[in-house]
């Protein structure tokens, strides 16, 4: 059974209110009552209305209307942003508007007329699920940057065997022993056996 580690109640208000949430909605009824719940919850919130070109990049969560109008264009970076939790206000459920939902791939949903009740769940799993996001990017990141460096390192054992009439065992050995006695990594060494031989 997977035991998991619990969140306490306060630790997670507590993160939720360190939040900074820009909410990007026409100045009527509906953007009123999100910046008063949101700010009742704890979160500095601030609005804008249209989008900007840009996301500022002190943001953490961003709840943005996502239109149907055509001549209303959403910004690239909402589809583009890893910096920021992206939440979308929706009006309609129609097939062009789901479309969108999946293209921008935002981690939650609100829908019009706005109620009180779901906003602070949407934010918390919206958090949530943009920082679970941001560490499988950042895992991905690492498992491709250590796969590059071990087809460096296979390209420079064979370089170093080849030229030196040695096993791959022994270039590997001889690759390590030169890293660590100049205190670089193994992939930094192959590059540099890679380079050389390149001329």
Not at 26 to 38: E, G, K, M, V, W
Not at 114 to 125: H, K, Y
Not at 147 to 157: D, G, Q, S, Y
Not at 159 to 168: G, K
């Amino acid at each position: 059974m997977n035991e998991r580690i619990p969140v306490k109640d306060e630790d997670m208000l507590r993160r939720l209110r360190r939040m900074r949430v820009l909410v990007i909605h026409p100045d009527d009824n509906d953007r009123s009552t999100f910046l008063a719940h949101i700010k009742r919850v704890g979160c500095q919130v601030e609005a804008i209305w249209p989008a900007p070109e840009a996301l500022p990049t002190y943001i953490d969560v961003v709840l943005f209307l996502l239109n149907p109008d055509r001549n209303n264009r959403t910004p690239a970076w909402v589809t583009t942003c890893d910096t920021a939790a992206r939440i979308a206000i929706i009006a309609f459920e129609t097939p062009e508007i789901l479309t969108e939902l999946q293209r921008m791939n935002v981690h939650g949903v609100l829908s019009k007329p706005v109620r009180i009740f779901g906003i602070l769940a949407a934010l918390t799993t919206a958090v949530s699920l943009a920082t679970h996001e941001a560490r499988l990017k950042q895992r991905i990141k690492s498992l491709d940057d250590t796969l590059k460096a071990r087809r460096r390192i296979e390209k420079a054992v064979g370089i170093l065997s080849a030229s030196r009439n040695i096993s791959e065992e022994e270039a590997y050995r001889r690759l390590r022993e030169k890293a660590m006695t100049s205190k670089v990594t193994i992939a930094s060494v192959a590059d540099a056996i890679i380079a050389s031989s390149d001329i």
